[in-house]
């Protein structure tokens, strides 16, 4: 479906990815580690035996810096730094691990970077080893990892399955050495069919490739020849995502000419592409930016509106909170959220004396669980019902911004709820907005959030 100029000049503003609700901008610079101690250990006893528990590991560590990622990383050439990164995590896990009052259901677990892979086998080993020896891990679980395709060895796949990963997600980004070096990441598509030859080989159930729309002298050809590489190898899942223009937060896009990035309507254009193409070779389009095969989990989480949306993105599992261990990791709670200190030195300060790590986060109120679940709802199944007790605030905030949406084609609704349209499917963070009531009632993020297209 074709989108016209003038919706995408009207709908092409700063809005948030919804990973989170209230999305980080709209945490406090602080938080009570004490209230959120006890929260935590509150929820964990809620939870971890009707639910489980998944657990965010980040490993920041990079050779060589990308310079289009967002992501908090450390780059460096010394691997040297891996055994001090691992005692420090390994502390911290130990730190929540005294505060669980029972052995930790895990069904999902992902360690994400940086460059995961950066870490030998053998450390990533110890890590996962060590967490793994006093938890419970359910036959229906996911472990996933993200692997760097210039880096990933047979050995960094086969010692992760066999600690029980079924998943992995390798980063492809744009197949064109024109873009490749614009970016800083060469990566021959040799190198992509390799690894993923060696996963599937080894016994991996689910291969994802994540893919970037709107980087820099990315066009329609360069666009093309990329998802055709992708769809050539047909991995399972495929994460089509909208690159953050953020320079303000992200020094390293200050290296990028600007006049390089696509336009808004030749970035709709790239995102449309690769829609077409994806679905006319058998995927079915989750929504905000993912791709999967009829077969996979993800889609009959989907149809069966069982999906969820984490700081990890779409998930089939339905945890009851997500605990993130390293530098930078957010954790949620559900009654709140906590990111822990963002520098390693911080980090390595609090957890050896003891302390959990967390510096700034929120705790929701009633209204803020409500408006998270509007736009959760959203988000995975693309409906939502109103909740009588929510209309005071979705009349003043939310019933104005819904009616513009639906005159231009992007839901159906009524005081009941709504419905997600076809063409709404572009602009679901558009339509999640209606209900972000932080940013409805401030309107000073300007310069926050990446555009919505």
Same mark, same amino acid.
């Given at each position: 479906m074709q989108v016209s100029a003038t919706l995408l000049d009207k709908y092409n503003i700063p809005v948030p990815r919804y990973t989170s609700y209230p999305t980080v901008p709209y945490w406090n610079d602080t938080i009570?580690? %004490?209230?959120?101690?006890?929260?935590?250990? =509150?929820?964990?006893? %809620?939870?971890?035996?009707?639910?489980?528990?998944?657990?965010?590991?980040?490993?920041?560590?990079?050779? =060589?810096?990308?310079?289009?990622?967002?992501?908090?990383?450390?780059?460096?050439?010394?691997?040297?730094?891996?055994? %001090?990164?691992?005692?420090?995590?390994?502390? %911290?896990?130990?730190?929540?691990r005294s505060k669980m009052n029972s052995k930790p259901i895990i069904k999902e677990l992902h360690i994400g970077g940086g460059t995961p892979t950066f870490f030998s086998p053998e450390n990533l080993n110890r890590i996962i080893n060590t967490i793994l020896a006093d938890s419970i891990i359910p036959e229906s679980h996911e472990f996933s990892f993200e692997g760097h395709p210039n880096n990933t060895t047979y050995e960094h796949l086969e010692t992760l399955y066999q600690l029980g990963f079924n998943r992995v997600s390798f980063g492809v980004q744009d197949s064109n050495i024109e873009v490749q070096e614009v970016i800083n990441r060469i990566q021959p598509h040799e190198n992509v069919v390799k690894v993923v030859e060696w996963a599937r080989t080894i016994g991996y159930e689910s291969i994802n490739l994540d893919l970037v729309y709107g980087l820099p002298l990315q066009n329609l050809s360069r666009m093309e020849k990329t998802i055709q590489n992708a769809l050539s190898i047909k991995p399972d899942r495929i994460a089509f995502y909208s690159y953050a223009h953020v320079p303000w937060t992200s020094k390293a896009q200050r290296l990028f000419d600007e006049s390089d990035l696509p336009d808004s309507a030749t970035k709709m254009q790239l995102y449309q592409l690769g829609t077409k193409m994806f679905t006319e070779n058998g995927y079915t389009d989750i929504g905000m930016d993912h791709f999967a095969l009829p077969n996979d989990l993800m889609v009959k989480a989907s149809k069966k509106g069982n999906l969820h949306r984490n700081f990890m993105g779409y998930t089939v599992q339905q945890t009851g909170m997500l605990l993130g261990l390293g530098v930078s990791s957010i954790s949620d709670i559900y009654y709140g959220f906590a990111q822990n200190k963002k520098t390693i030195h911080e980090y390595y300060e609090e957890v050896s004396k003891g302390h959990l790590a967390v510096t700034k986060g929120y705790f929701l109120t009633t209204i803020d669980q409500a408006m998270r679940q509007y736009i959760l709802d959203i988000a995975c199944r693309g409906v939502t019902k109103f909740n009588p007790t929510d209309y005071t605030l979705l009349k003043k905030y939310s019933f104005p911004v819904l009616s513009d949406l639906e005159k231009d084609g992007f839901i159906i609704w009524d005081d009941k709820g709504l419905t997600v349209t076809t063409l709404?499917?572009?602009?679901?963070?558009?339509?999640?907005?209606?209900?972000?009531?932080?940013?409805?009632?401030?309107?000073t993020q300007k310069q926050t959030f990446s555009k919505a297209v």
């Open positions: 009570v580690v %004490e209230q959120w101690q006890n929260l935590f250990i =509150k929820r964990f006893d %809620e939870c971890n035996q009707q639910e489980g528990i998944s657990l965010y590991i980040h490993l920041p560590f990079c050779e =060589k810096l990308c310079t289009f990622c967002g992501c908090n990383k450390k780059i460096t050439t010394n691997h040297g730094v891996e055994l %001090e990164y691992i005692t420090h995590l390994l502390q %911290e896990w130990s730190n929540y709404g499917k572009h602009f679901i963070r558009n339509i999640c907005r209606a209900f972000d009531i932080k940013l409805l009632s401030a309107e």
